[in-house]
């Protein structure tokens, strides 16, 4: 991981996501440039949850988890009101851009695992209720091997979950 940016070519949200993850690595450890290896003791904190407004039964959330410590897998997430959570991952094939349930998702030693709009997210399945800008949604994380993790995100309409594309929290 490099801390030096050419920032003439960055762009905002490219500059975000360096600084982003510079705090990550900042945060890992007493010794200077002591970078967590993966048989390290995670030490994850989960950032920024927020959610889009529900459409149909289901709605996608969105969070940051910050890891300071060794490898971790991010292996379920359950939430309030929701019969179940599925991890999407967004990949591009043969020229689309489309969603893949996948089962599980890596976040690495030191690093940050994003997720946002148009890329790796959540998605409430079978909501008991629609769910409106204002409203919060308590979400449980379980890890391989960290202990779960709540955290309570807030609904946001969409210009809101817009708006935070490409922000540095
Ligand atoms: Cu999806």
């Known amino acids: 991981m490099t801390h030096r940016a050419p920032r003439s070519r960055l762009g905002a949200p490219a500059l975000a996501l360096v600084l982003a993850l510079g705090l990550a690595a900042a945060g890992c450890g007493r010794g200077a440039g002591a970078e967590p290896s993966d048989d390290d003791a995670p030490a994850l904190e989960v950032v920024d949850a927020y959610l889009g407004p529900s459409t149909g039964s289901s709605a996608a959330a969105?969070?940051?988890?910050?890891?300071?410590?060794?490898?971790?897998?991010?292996?379920?997430?359950?939430?309030?009101?929701?019969?179940?959570?599925?991890?999407?991952?967004?990949?591009?094939?043969?020229?689309?851009?489309?969603?893949?349930?996948?089962?599980?998702?890596?976040?690495?030693?030191?690093g940050v695992l994003r997720l946002e709009p148009f890329g790796d997210h959540l998605m409430l399945v079978g909501l008991d209720a629609p769910l409106e800008p204002g409203d919060t949604v308590a979400l449980e994380l379980s890890f391989r091997r960290s202990a779960p993790l709540r955290v309570e995100g807030e609904v946001l309409g969409y210009d809101g979950v817009l708006a935070r594309l490409g922000d540095a929290t």
Not at 84 to 102: I, P
């Open 62 to 110: 969105y969070l940051t988890l910050r890891n300071a410590g060794g490898a971790d897998t991010l292996v379920g997430v359950s939430a309030a009101g929701a019969e179940r959570v599925e991890l999407h991952r967004s990949e591009r094939r043969g020229g689309l851009d489309v969603m893949v349930r996948v089962d599980e998702l890596a976040v690495t030693a030191g």
